[in-house]
């Protein structure tokens, strides 16, 4: 168990539709990471967070976007949802900030997209 | 930005052989490279990293070298056993974030 939770494990949705996952880092730690996913791909760095502040952004969509509240926990927000959109999205967390990109990444068990 | 190129895509191998997966990197800036597994149904877990101001790091059946001047570092696992079966990935730190190579399905043949 690497301390960092994700929900919902699962979710199905349609074309057009918009659905939040959360994250909720482990105990401590600032920096929040959020990865993509999709079937047979590596991982993609969408966006990462540190201490409520945008720190860093990645191949994020601009349909997509992130915040991270005062509690450190964070969510993703996917809008007008496309067939592409299916995929794996991960949270990480880490306690260094991301200009400090060495430090043991801790990912959640990931929120499964299937959208139809 | 970083880019990490990962090599097998897939790696079948017997219980009991040895494994190698490598990845070469772009950013002669990098220091540290870590190794993570990821088995399935779960997210990725480091498993072993190195730095830069070492050539070879080693912990139990795993280990990892790097080779700075090639650009190059990999993943060796000796004696492999079924319960080593999953996808690995290699990764290096980008400018924003860690950038993660396309990762290789290591499959242990009982």
């Known amino acids: 168990d690497s301390g960092v939770t994700q929900t919902p494990k699962h979710l199905i949705t349609a074309t057009g539709q918009r659905v939040t996952l959360r994250c909720s880092p482990r105990?401590?730690?600032?920096?929040v990471y959020w990865y993509q996913q999709s079937l047979d791909q590596g991982l993609q760095f969408l966006i990462q967070y540190y201490n409520g502040e945008e720190r860093a952004k990645g191949n994020i969509l601009e349909r997509f976007s992130a915040q991270q509240f005062p509690d450190l926990h964070s969510e993703l927000n996917l809008s007008s949802l496309e067939l592409g959109d299916s995929a794996l999205y991960f949270c990480?967390?880490?306690?260094?900030?991301?200009?400090?990109?060495?430090?043991?990444?801790?990912f959640g068990e990931g929120s499964r997209l299937t959208v139809l | 930005g970083e880019n990490v190129e990962q090599h097998p895509s897939t790696l079948s191998v017997q219980e009991g052989d040895s494994a190698v997966i490598k990845c070469t990197y772009s950013d002669s800036a990098s220091n540290y490279f870590p190794w993570y597994k990821q088995e399935l149904g779960k997210g990725p877990q480091l498993i072993i990293d190195?730095?830069?101001?070492?050539g070879e790091k080693k912990d139990q059946r795993i280990a990892v070298t790097l080779n700075k001047t090639a650009k190059h570092f990999s993943l060796h696992i000796t004696e492999t056993q079924p319960e080593d079966s999953a996808v690995y990935f290699c990764a290096a730190p980008g400018r924003r974030a860690l950038t993660f190579g396309s990762g290789t399905r290591l499959q242990v043949q009982p």
């Open positions: 105990s401590g730690d600032l920096s």
């Open positions: 190195i730095r830069s101001n070492v």
């Open positions: 990480a967390s880490s306690v260094v900030a991301g200009g400090q990109n060495t430090g043991e990444l801790f």
